[in-house]
């Protein structure tokens, strides 16, 4: 209905005898604008994407871009038996698995297991996308079990002002701005230490291609 309102479909009937919809020259204009506002926001975070991917990549760590896992995150709690009184057994939270897609990926380049310290970014160029990503605790959770460290990557809008704060970030992950040309870290991400990757990771890295290492265009610190 909003859409007929602003001119953006009309009504037309068809010869024989059925009504249906088709877009006018104003909803073609306005899906077009849509459309470059669209491309514009996905160049400027997959070019964000690239920066952090090659700088990673020339600080000796092995990152992937676009990688898509099911990592484990807490459900609902449970007894630990069944058939028992919920009061008089231990509660151990049951594990579900969730989709997770971090921007980009890395860990060291390393052969000892212990010493892979994996990370996840994820940037973020719209102030939209950032407050929408931040209702999704789950989605944290899923990247903080696949990772030691968790960062935020805030860009900056149209007018080169910065998206966020980094206040408005959950205190488990790190965050970094774009500011004057670099990365700068607005507070750093706490680090908890992982034996190793769980299988269900190293099964994702084996059928993902690692970024290829570039020459990074841009200095700065981004957590290990």
Known sequence: MELLA????????????FEVLRVTDAGIAELAAAHAG???ARS?????????????????????RG???LAKVPGASTP?????????LPVE?????????PDVFSIRNTT????LAPIVHEIKVSRADLLGDLKKPTK???????????????????????????????DECGVLMLEDGGLNVARAAPHRRMQTLPFYLWMALAKASPSPREQAAMQGILGG
């Open 93 to 101: 939270p049951e594990r579900c698995w969730v989709s997770a897609c």
């Open 6 to 17: 602003k001119g953006l479909l009309a009504r037309v009937q068809t010869p024989s005898g």
């Open 44 to 64: 400027a975070h997959e070019e964000l994407v690239g920066i952090v991917a090659r700088h990673l990549a020339d600080s000796n760590r092995i990152a992937w």
């Open 112 to 115: 000892v297991p212990a010493y």
């Open 67 to 69: 990688l898509s896992v």
């Open 38 to 40: 669209n491309v514009l």
């Open 140 to 170: 944290r959770a899923a990247y903080l079990d696949m990772a030691s460290e968790c960062w935020y990557v805030l860009g900056t809008n149209a007018k080169g002002k910065a998206i966020g704060k980094a206040n408005e970030v959950p």
């Open 80 to 88: 630990v038996a069944s058939g028992e009184s919920k009061d008089e």
